[in-house]
């Protein structure tokens, strides 16, 4: 009786078991049909590294063909690097959530062709579409070293179009960790802007300004040649001419205006502007056109040392005070410099050129919690001057210090003289007792035009003329350096070829003044809130490097061994108890 007892409880138990488990699948599947109809995504994360921008998410979601990306990043990584290709691969991930089958993507071995012919011609096939290699050297503990070229970038392509993709962003003051960091935070903003460009959503007009002895062509043909992937480009004169800017309508209803350009930029202008140019720019801003200014204020040229600098007469000061910025006539100088070659041969003799710091040339640091100036390179300046911020229009008008100089720099006024003296002086760094002096300013908001209440009387006789006395919404940028956008040029006969802008060609470094200039204008012009994505920010959490070396082996053998004992307890233990169990079953 005891027996048959035991063994219909066994029947109801397994009965039961069977129930509650038909039951739990039951719901799993009903769960699963009910949330094929809803779409729900929970980011867990602090920095919400897995949340996906709506203007990015807009984008995927409205893909009407096939984006194709293939990632260089692969190989026999190391752990920076590795981790900066899992993020790649994370993100187009959370791409092909939103975009479906219309992100697609591969990870392909540029170095995997062991004919060494075969993969220097790929590696410079890459190259030449745009991707930028970088050759790391390893030691190991043995203290050997080798090298490796990798290319941390991707190439891009829709519709038949293609475009580069550099992840990696190299900022001479930072670690690696830090920029290989940084540049895990742009992923998304790096992907989005070459998409962007693929689908031509960019489109605005941009003029540089001349006839004010402004920069010549080639002096800016290198962001003038980047501009022109997204931007329509041009030069235009004003040279009084009402219309130079903006167009005007005129009908039974009267005159209308409406500019024909969506921002200017006046590059290092060395002439004296007329007050009818200055009108027409200032009814530019008023009709909500953006504007970069690139103001020396002082005459000082590197090629015509030594030199007395003398300041320099634009007729710029009440306009660009009017609006809230003011271009000092003095120049920084700075510790944290550039170098410049200094001829150190005897007199009589061949020259020799040795590069050297040069307190002229400060290295500018970008304003890092804007998203113009993050995980960029410091920017080389030439005789820079200082720019503050003046009147008392806060309300109106926003404005942000986007460039500065370092902790250890000073200013000198002009008219000043300047020689090669300071080239071998010993610098002390208590001389420089000046911090972050602000050399580029950005203004936002509402403006009211200079000219109100005194408007030029040959202007205001013009039929053409529609006055308007305060702007809507708009930007603008000051900088005190005309040459943070000009690149060096170089002379091959009769034809010339641009540097890339940034480019020192003394000492091969690549400064950020490219990618400052195109965050600058990017900004400007962007409407959809797009370059907000440059604000991510990912904690860099980086594990103590002298204790990995001290404590190496003590945790290889607990990750080795450890679980290996875990096991082996567990198994024991479980054992033990199944054993005492069905002992006493039994007895």
């Known amino acids: 009786m005891e027996i048959a007892g035991k063994n219909k409880n066994r029947k109801s138990f397994k009965?039961?078991?069977?129930?509650?488990?038909?039951?739990?699948?039951?719901?799993?599947?009903?769960?699963?049909?009910?949330?094929?109809?809803?779409?729900?995504?929970?980011?867990?994360?602090?920095?919400?590294?897995?949340?996906?921008?709506?203007?990015?998410?807009?984008?995927?979601?409205?893909?009407?063909?096939?984006?194709?990306?293939?990632?260089?990043?692969?190989?026999?990584?190391?752990?920076?690097?590795?981790?900066?290709?899992?993020s790649v691969k994370e993100m187009l991930d959370e791409f092909r959530v939103y975009a479906g089958d219309n992100v697609q993507y591969e990870f392909i071995n540029p170095s995997e062709n062991t004919d060494l012919k075969d993969r220097n011609d790929v590696y410079k096939e890459l190259f030449n579409k745009g991707l930028s290699p970088i050759n790391l050297q390893e030691k190991d503990k043995e203290g050997a070293e080798s090298q490796k070229i990798i290319f941390p970038g991707a190439l891009i392509s829709y519709r038949n179009v293609e475009a580069p993709v550099n992840f990696l962003n190299g900022s001479i003051n930072q670690t690696e960790e830090q920029n290989i960091n940084g540049s895990i935070e742009e992923i998304e903003f790096s992907l989005m802007s070459a998409i962007r460009k693929l689908k031509n959503e960019f489109g605005q007009n941009i003029a540089f300004i001349y006839g004010h002895s402004e920069l010549e062509s080639p002096e800016v043909e290198d962001i003038s040649n980047s501009l022109s992937e997204y931007y329509n480009v041009e030069r235009v004169k004003i040279d009084g001419k009402v219309n130079a800017l903006s167009e005007r309508i005129e009908d039974s209803s009267g005159v209308r205006v409406h500019n024909k350009y969506d921002m200017i930029i006046i590059a290092k202008p060395d002439s004296a502007f007329k007050e009818q140019d200055k009108f027409i720019i200032d009814?530019?801003?008023?009709?909500?056109?953006?504007?970069?200014?690139?103001?020396?204020?002082?005459?000082?040229?590197?090629?015509?040392?030594?030199?007395?600098?003398?300041?320099?007469?634009?007729?710029?000061?009440?306009q660009l005070f009017h609006y809230g910025a003011r271009v000092n006539p003095n120049m920084v100088q700075d510790i944290q410099s550039a170098v410049i070659p200094l001829n150190t041969a005897i007199a009589g003799a061949k020259p020799r050129f040795e590069p050297k710091p040069w307190i002229y040339f400060p290295l500018l640091q970008p304003q890092s919690a804007h998203p113009i100036g993050r995980n960029i390179n410091l920017v080389k300046g030439l005789f820079v001057n200082t720019v503050d911020f003046v009147g008392e229009d806060e309300a109106t008008v926003k404005k942000t210090v986007l460039l500065s100089s370092s902790q250890y720099s000073r200013i000198v006024n002009a008219p000043v003289r300047i020689g090669w003296e300071l080239v071998r002086v010993k610098l002390d760094q208590?001389?420089?007792?000046?911090?972050?002096?602000?050399?580029?300013?950005?203004?936002?908001?509402?403006?009211?035009?200079?000219?109100?209440?005194?408007?030029?009387?040959?202007?205001?006789?013009?039929?053409?003329?529609?006055?308007?006395?305060?702007?809507?919404?708009?930007?603008?940028?000051?900088?005190?350096?005309?040459?943070?956008?000009?690149?060096?040029?170089?002379?091959?006969?009769?034809?010339?070829?641009?540097?890339?802008?940034?480019?020192?060609?003394?000492?091969?470094?690549?400064?950020?003044?490219?990618?400052?200039?195109?965050?600058?204008?990017?900004?400007?012009?962007?409407?959809?809130?797009f370059m907000n994505l440059r604000t991510r920010e990912i904690k860099l959490r980086l594990l103590d490097k002298t204790k990995i070396d001290d404590d190496r082996t003590f945790w290889q053998v607990v990750n080795t061994i450890f679980p290996i004992v875990l096991i082996v307890i567990l198994g024991t233990v479980i054992t033990i108890l199944r054993k005492r169990k069905y002992t006493k079953t039994a007895a």
């Open 283 to 318: 009814q530019f801003i008023m009709l909500g056109g953006k504007v970069i200014w690139l103001i020396d204020q002082v005459n000082a040229e590197v090629d015509s040392l030594p030199y007395l600098a003398t300041i320099r007469e634009l007729n710029l000061n009440d």
């Open 430 to 529: 208590a001389d420089f007792g000046k911090q972050f002096l602000p050399v580029a300013v950005l203004l936002e908001g509402t403006f009211t035009s200079v000219f109100k209440n005194r408007v030029p009387p040959e202007i205001i006789e013009s039929r053409e003329m529609v006055f308007k006395d305060n702007s809507i919404p708009t930007k603008m940028v000051v900088i005190g350096d005309g040459d943070i956008i000009r690149n060096q040029v170089k002379k091959i006969g009769f034809t010339s070829k641009p540097y890339p802008l940034g480019f020192d060609r003394y000492t091969g470094d690549t400064f950020g003044n490219k990618e400052f200039m195109l965050n600058v204008i990017n900004y400007m012009l962007d409407e959809s809130g």
């Open 15 to 86: 009965r039961r078991t069977f129930i509650d488990l038909a039951m739990i699948v039951a719901i799993i599947i009903f769960v699963n049909y009910i949330s094929s109809f809803f779409f729900a995504r929970l980011d867990l994360t602090t920095e919400k590294r897995y949340t996906l921008a709506p203007s990015t998410v807009k984008m995927l979601e409205e893909l009407e063909d096939v984006i194709y990306v293939k990632i260089y990043l692969t190989g026999d990584l190391p752990v920076g690097y590795k981790r900066l290709q899992n």
